[in-house]
């Protein structure tokens, strides 16, 4: 392997995690200026979440060809993210204490595939990339919110409702984009020019806005309250489980775009909602915190190094 391509994988990982890194540490930057503040992120979030992402999500999947589905990647996708909370469970069982093992588990395997794992394949791969990530978003949506309940439920000695659960995951904002998609596209209509157009619009605030949300959120309070559990939870979300997910896909057939997109939402850092979550149904909260931290800012190492390796190797 030769240096000038060494460098140019490396470049190329660089155009796709730059942008992103610049806009998480502006939005760092206005939060220490305060010219935002926790009330804007908030605020901000929730527009995300339940409009402009939705948005989003709902033409990209209209506009997706059926025959440019595969199936296969799909139920791939899910059965290696269950492979990652039985692995990340069987390490919180070995290493984690037993007052912080479900927190562990979940920033260890839940990643944050709707904000930052879309924004790495949109940048890596364009519309095409959007539209793959809109089909994931649809799997792993439904899955990380149901297992992280049943992992949280479980250690906290709560009573799992299925009733509850799936209408939580029913009720998802992300899910109904894709299940409204999914019914468009079965009445056979037609999308209106001005309604396609003012969804585009809407559909280019999310990633902007997300990304200087979470970096706003970031604390280097979070930072120095690190300690062995957020370091190997770290290890486990953006280096083992990615590398190893990865290395499954390719060993299933999967390439360029398709394996590239998979990689980069198992290696997207811990998701920021798993912090709520792990407050709320009695997690450690600062644990939780502190993976987020440490995953969103190393993943911009470990993303920008995996997608050298795989421009560069001849797959």
């Known amino acids: 392997m030769s240096s000038p391509s060494l460098w140019a994988g490396m470049g190329q990982a660089l155009n796709v995690t730059l942008p992103i890194c610049l806009l998480i540490a502006l939005g760092a930057v206005l939060r220490w200026r305060r010219m ?41 996708l899910a059965l290696a993210t269950i492979a990652s909370l039985v692995l990340t ?27 930052l794992g879309l924004a790495f394949a949109t940048g890596m791969y364009g ?48 899910i109904i984009g894709v299940i409204a998609a999914l019914v468009w596209r079965l009445t056979g209509l037609g999308m209106p020019r001005w309604a396609a157009s003012t969804g585009d619009t809407l559909g280019h605030l999310t990633l902007p806005l997300a990304l200087l949300c979470i970096g ?30 990865t290395l499954g896909g390719w060993l299933c057939g999967f390439r360029h775009a398709e394996l590239g997109t998979l990689f980069l939402y198992f290696a997207a850092p811990s998701a920021t909602a798993g912090f709520v979550m792990a407050k709320t149904m009695g997690g450690n909260g600062e644990l939780a915190a502190s993976i987020i931290a440490f995953t969103t800012l190393g993943a911009m190492v470990t993303v ?3 997608l050298a390796i795989l421009t560069l190797l001849p797959i």
């Open 89 to 115: 469970w069987l390490w919180g069982c070995w290493r984690a204490t037993p007052a912080n093992r479900a927190t562990f588990i979940q920033g260890a395997f839940r990643g944050n595939g709707a904000v």
């Open 216 to 245: 706003g959120s970031l604390s280097l309070a979070e930072l120095r309250n690190s300690g062995r559990e957020t370091i190997e939870a770290t290890l486990l979300k953006i280096v083992i489980i990615p590398l190893l997910l």
């Open 36 to 76: 935002i503040d926790a009330a804007f992120i908030a605020t901000a979030s929730k527009l995300v979440f339940t409009l402009s992402m939705p948005v989003l999500i709902f033409f990209n999947v209209l506009t997706i060809h059926a025959d440019t589905i595969n199936v296969a990647l799909l139920i791939y």
């Open 127 to 174: 519309r095409h990339g959007v539209s793959l990530g809109a089909l994931m978003i649809a799997v792993l949506i439904p899955l990380y919110n149901g297992l992280s309940v049943v992992v949280l439920t479980l250690y906290s000695g709560q009573r799992v409702s299925v009733l509850h659960l799936v209408g939580k995951v029913l009720g998802n904002p992300l």
């Open 304 to 306: 920008s190094i995996g």
